[in-house]
C-alpha cells in the first residue's frame, strides 16, 4: 500500500459537509486507507473564506476561491462537490468530468435537476459520479439499491427521507403542537433552515425519492414529473384523528412501480408506469416506519426476492454526511485500474437497459386508501355521509365520530372515514361532490393512507 500514490482529492466548499469530511479523513485515515488499499489525501480546497477554511485545514491544504481552479486542478483525481445549489455546480462539475475528473456529491437538488446531464457526460468521459451523501446522509440506500438488491425487481421504495419534516410531525403528535410552533422549534433546534421551504413543501425529499426510483426501477430521473406535497396546509386535528384511527402521519416518499390492467388482455384499462410522489400520508401506528421519530430518516424497499428491507439512520449531520461521502472516495480508490464497461453504473443500470419510456403516472392514476374528515353540522349525519360516499363508488371500509373530548373547544362534529384502495381519481370527483352536501359543514380533508406491506 505504502507504494500506491494516494487519491487526490479536491474540495468545493468547506462548510458544514466539507469540514465534517476534513475531520473524519484525518481522524480515520489509516483505517480508511487499510480499506480503500491507498491513502486518500484532500490537496486543494475552494472557500469564500480562505482565513477560515486554513482554520478547518491547516496549512497543507492548498485553498482557493476560484471553484474552476479546483474542478480541472491537475493534482487533483476526484472532485468533492460541498458547496450546494444547482447552477453553478452543474458548471463545476461538468468542468471536472470533463478534465477526466471523478466526482463525489450530496448535492441532492444538482442530480434531481441535472443529474441526467452529468451521468451521461460521466459515461462518455468515463469517471464515476457518487452520490451516496445525497440521498438520507448515513444511510447507505445508494448502495443498497445498486449492488445488495440487485438481484431483485423492486416492486417499491418508501420513506422519511427529510428529517426537518419528521421532527415537526413528531413535536405535532407528541407535545399537541400546532405546525407553526413545531416549525420555529425546530429552527430554533437548527433542525430547519431559517427558509425552510424546501423542506416543508416536501421539495427534499422529492429530490431524493427521484434519485431512488431511478435506482430502484432503471428510469431517468424524473424528479420534475413527482406529485409533491408538503406538510404546511397540514392540522393538528388531523393528527389527533388519525392517533384515534390507529396511524400516524408521516411526510413520505413513495416510488412504486405499477404494471397491472383489467384483466381481459386487450390493454384496454392496464396501467404501466411508476408513482412517484411527496405527501403526508397516515400508517398504520404499528409500522415499522411510524416508530421513526425526531429528525432520523428510514427507507423500506420491496424486493420480489427479499422481501421488504428496512434502513434506519440519521438524516443530517456533519460527520454522518462525511460518513457517506467517504464511503463514496473510498469506492473511487478502489477503481483503479477497472474499465469504466465493469463499473457499478451511476444509476444502478447500465445506459443501453435503462428505461428511457418508463413514464411517472398521473395523479388521478394514483392508487391508495385513503382518510377523510368530514365536518358536519350534527353528529347524527355521520351515517348519512358514509352511505352517500359509497354510493359514489368510494370503497368505504370504515366510518366513525372524531372523539369529543380530543377536539378543540370550538370545533363541531367530525366524521373520520377511511376507505379501500382506490385510483384518486375516484377520491377527488367524491372529495368534490361532497363538499355540496347539506350535511357537510365546512372543507373535507383528504390524505392519503399508505399500507406498505410485505
Given at each position: 500500500?505504502?507504494?500506491?500514490?494516494?487519491?487526490?482529492?479536491?474540495?468545493?466548499?468547506?462548510?458544514?459537509?466539507?469540514?465534517?469530511?476534513?475531520?473524519?479523513?484525518?481522524?480515520?485515515?489509516?483505517?480508511?486507507?487499510?480499506?480503500?488499499?491507498?491513502?486518500?489525501?484532500?490537496?486543494?480546497?475552494?472557500?469564500?473564506?480562505?482565513?477560515?477554511?486554513?482554520?478547518?485545514?491547516?496549512?497543507?491544504?492548498?485553498?482557493?476561491?476560484?471553484?474552476?481552479?479546483?474542478?480541472?486542478?491537475?493534482?487533483?483525481?476526484?472532485?468533492?462537490?460541498?458547496?450546494?445549489?444547482?447552477?453553478?455546480?452543474?458548471?463545476?462539475?461538468?468542468?471536472?468530468?470533463?478534465?477526466?475528473?471523478?466526482?463525489?456529491?450530496?448535492?441532492?437538488?444538482?442530480?434531481?435537476?441535472?443529474?441526467?446531464?452529468?451521468?451521461?457526460?460521466?459515461?462518455?468521459?468515463?469517471?464515476?459520479?457518487?452520490?451516496?451523501?445525497?440521498?438520507?446522509?448515513?444511510?447507505?440506500?445508494?448502495?443498497?439499491?445498486?449492488?445488495?438488491?440487485?438481484?431483485?425487481?423492486?416492486?417499491?421504495?418508501?420513506?422519511?427521507?427529510?428529517?426537518?419534516?419528521?421532527?415537526?410531525?413528531?413535536?405535532?403528535?407528541?407535545?399537541?403542537?400546532?405546525?407553526?410552533?413545531?416549525?420555529?422549534?425546530?429552527?430554533?433546534?437548527?433542525?430547519?433552515?431559517?427558509?425552510?421551504?424546501?423542506?416543508?413543501?416536501?421539495?427534499?425529499?422529492?429530490?431524493?425519492?427521484?434519485?431512488?426510483?431511478?435506482?430502484?426501477?432503471?428510469?431517468?430521473?424524473?424528479?420534475?414529473?413527482?406529485?409533491?406535497?408538503?406538510?404546511?396546509?397540514?392540522?393538528?386535528?388531523?393528527?389527533?384523528?388519525?392517533?384515534?384511527?390507529?396511524?400516524?402521519?408521516?411526510?413520505?416518499?413513495?416510488?412504486?412501480?405499477?404494471?397491472?390492467?383489467?384483466?381481459?388482455?386487450?390493454g384496454k384499462g392496464d396501467t404501466n408506469g411508476v408513482?412517484?410522489?411527496?405527501?403526508?400520508?397516515?400508517?398504520?401506528?404499528?409500522?415499522?416506519?411510524?416508530?421513526?421519530?425526531?429528525?432520523?430518516?428510514?427507507?423500506?424497499?420491496?424486493?420480489?426476492?427479499?422481501?421488504?428491507?428496512?434502513?434506519?439512520?440519521?438524516?443530517?449531520?456533519?460527520?454522518?454526511?462525511?460518513?457517506?461521502?467517504?464511503?463514496?472516495?473510498?469506492?473511487?480508490?478502489r477503481l483503479a485500474g477497472t474499465?469504466?464497461?465493469?463499473?457499478?453504473?451511476?444509476?444502478?443500470?447500465?445506459?443501453?437497459?435503462?428505461?428511457?419510456?418508463?413514464?411517472?403516472?398521473?395523479?388521478?392514476?394514483?392508487?391508495?386508501?385513503?382518510?377523510?374528515?368530514?365536518?358536519?353540522?350534527?353528529?347524527?349525519?355521520?351515517?348519512?355521509?358514509?352511505?352517500?360516499?359509497?354510493?359514489?363508488?368510494?370503497?368505504?371500509?370504515?366510518?366513525?365520530?372524531?372523539?369529543?373530548?380530543?377536539?378543540?373547544?370550538?370545533?363541531?362534529?367530525?366524521?373520520?372515514?377511511?376507505?379501500?384502495?382506490?385510483?384518486?381519481?375516484?377520491?377527488?370527483?367524491?372529495?368534490?361532490?361532497?363538499?355540496?352536501?347539506?350535511?357537510?359543514?365546512?372543507?373535507?380533508?383528504?390524505?392519503?393512507?399508505?399500507?406498505?406491506?410485505?
Amino acid at each position: 500500500m505504502g507504494a500506491t500514490r494516494p487519491l487526490r482529492v479536491g474540495m468545493i466548499g468547506i462548510g458544514t459537509v466539507g469540514a465534517g469530511t476534513f475531520r473524519v479523513l484525518a481522524r480515520n485515515q489509516a483505517l480508511i486507507a487499510a480499506r480503500a488499499g491507498r491513502g486518500i489525501k484532500l490537496v486543494v480546497v475552494c472557500a469564500r473564506s480562505l482565513s477560515r477554511a486554513m482554520g478547518v485545514v491547516g496549512t497543507d491544504v492548498a485553498l482557493t476561491n476560484d471553484p474552476m481552479q479546483v474542478a480541472t486542478h491537475p493534482e487533483v483525481d476526484v472532485l468533492v462537490e460541498a458547496a450546494g445549489g444547482t447552477g453553478p455546480a452543474r458548471d463545476w462539475v461538468l468542468a471536472a468530468i470533463r478534465a477526466g475528473k471523478h466526482v463525489v456529491t450530496a448535492n441532492k437538488a444538482l442530480l434531481a435537476t441535472h443529474g441526467n446531464e452529468i451521468f451521461a457526460a460521466a459515461r462518455q468521459h468515463g469517471v464515476a459520479v457518487a452520490y451516496e451523501g445525497a440521498v438520507a446522509v448515513s444511510i447507505p440506500i445508494i448502495k443498497a439499491l445498486r449492488e445488495g438488491l440487485t438481484a431483485n425487481r423492486i416492486e417499491w421504495v418508501a420513506g422519511i427521507i427529510n428529517g426537518t419534516t419528521n421532527f415537526i410531525l413528531s413535536k405535532m403528535r407528541d407535545e399537541g403542537l400546532g405546525f407553526a410552533e413545531a416549525l420555529e422549534q425546530a429552527q430554533a433546534l437548527g433542525y430547519a433552515e431559517a427558509d425552510p421551504t424546501f423542506d416543508i413543501e416536501g421539495v427534499d425529499a422529492a429530490h431524493k425519492i427521484a434519485l431512488l426510483a431511478a435506482n430502484a426501477f432503471g428510469m431517468p430521473v424524473r424528479f420534475a414529473d413527482a406529485q409533491v406535497e408538503g406538510i404546511t396546509r397540514l392540522q393538528g386535528l388531523d393528527v389527533t384523528c388519525a392517533e384515534q384511527l390507529g396511524y400516524r402521519i408521516k411526510l413520505l416518499g413513495v416510488a412504486r412501480r405499477r404494471h397491472d390492467g383489467d384483466g381481459n388482455g386487450d390493454g384496454k384499462g392496464d396501467t404501466n408506469g411508476v408513482e412517484l410522489r411527496v405527501q403526508p400520508a397516515l400508517l398504520p401506528a404499528t409500522h415499522l416506519l411510524a416508530q421513526v421519530n425526531g429528525s432520523m430518516n428510514a427507507v423500506m424497499v420491496k424486493g420480489d426476492a427479499a422481501g421488504v428491507t428496512m434502513f434506519y439512520g440519521a438524516g443530517a449531520g456533519s460527520e454522518q454526511t462525511a460518513s457517506a461521502v467517504i464511503a463514496d472516495l473510498v469506492d473511487v480508490a478502489r477503481l483503479a485500474g477497472t474499465h469504466a464497461a465493469q463499473r457499478v453504473p451511476h444509476l444502478g443500470f447500465h445506459a443501453h437497459a435503462v428505461d428511457e419510456h418508463l413514464a411517472v403516472l398521473p395523479r388521478a392514476a394514483v392508487h391508495t386508501r385513503h382518510y377523510l374528515r368530514v365536518p358536519v353540522h350534527s353528529a347524527q349525519q355521520a351515517g348519512e355521509v358514509g352511505a352517500w360516499l359509497a354510493a359514489q363508488n368510494l370503497p368505504v371500509a370504515r366510518v366513525e365520530l372524531a372523539c369529543e373530548k380530543t377536539l378543540p373547544a370550538s370545533t363541531g362534529p367530525q366524521v373520520l372515514v377511511l376507505t379501500d384502495a382506490v385510483v384518486q381519481a375516484t377520491v377527488d370527483v367524491a372529495v368534490h361532490a361532497l363538499a355540496a352536501h347539506p350535511a357537510v359543514a365546512g372543507p373535507v380533508v383528504s390524505l392519503r393512507v399508505e399500507m406498505l406491506e410485505g
